[in-house]
Structures are given as C-alpha cells and as structure tokens.
Nanobody, 121 residues
C-alpha cells in the first residue's frame, strides 16, 4: 500500500514563499512520476506540476510557470514544490500524487490527503 503525506502548507502574504513536501511510503517511489495538483473552493482540481521518475524532466501548469519549482529526492522518497512569488489566487488545498508523467488527474493512482495553502493580499 502506498501512502503519500504532504506537509509545509500554511498562511503567507502575497509575494512570499512556501515549500511543500510529500513523503511516500513503499519501495517503488523512484519508479514513478510524481505530480502536484491543487483545488480551490468551488473549483475543479487543477494541475500544478509533475516530475519524471529520474527527475530529469518537469512539467508545469501555465498559472505557475516561472514561480513554482518541482523537485524530488528519491533517496528520501520525497517530492517538493517550491512556491515563490505567491499570489492570493494560489490559495488552495495542494495534493501530491503518484502516477504517470502527465497533467491529467486520471493518470495518477495514489493521492495524499492535501495541505492547505492560504495567500493573503
């Protein structure tokens, strides 16, 4: 059974930074792509970023390009999301997920419980 546990969310002012972490259980972490998604109240879940199993390729949603950076440490079974220049519209619950290298929700088979990020103006 794979478990994903996110941390690092919180309240930050606009223009600030946060780093989210997601620790995965299981011995196959390095074999899969990892992704970050987010969901704001009343909105659909939105793709944020993805990283291939080796970490050599990354993919970003248009709304976060140039501000967010995804990375991974396979030795620690952890994926990170560095978020800079945060905006109030980045406020959402952020989820990490394991699956294929894709921006599509259904390509991911395991999801974390989410961590709340709130950006104040």
């Amino acid at each position: 059974q794979v478990q994903l546990v996110e941390s690092g969310g919180g309240l930050v002012q606009a223009g600030g930074s946060l780093r989210l972490s997601c620790v995965a259980s299981g011995r196959t972490f390095s074999s899969y792509a990892m992704g970050w998604f987010r969901q704001a109240p009343g909105k659909e879940r939105e793709f944020v970023a993805a990283i291939r199993w080796g970490g050599g390729r990354t993919l970003y949603g248009d709304s976060v390009k140039g501000r967010f950076t995804i990375s991974r440490d396979n030795a620690k079974s952890t994926v990170y999301l560095q978020m800079n220049s945060l905006k109030p519209e980045d406020t959402a619950v952020y989820y990490c997920a394991r699956g294929s290298y894709s921006y599509i929700n259904s390509q991911y088979d395991y999801w974390g419980q989410g961590t709340q990020v709130t950006v104040s103006s």
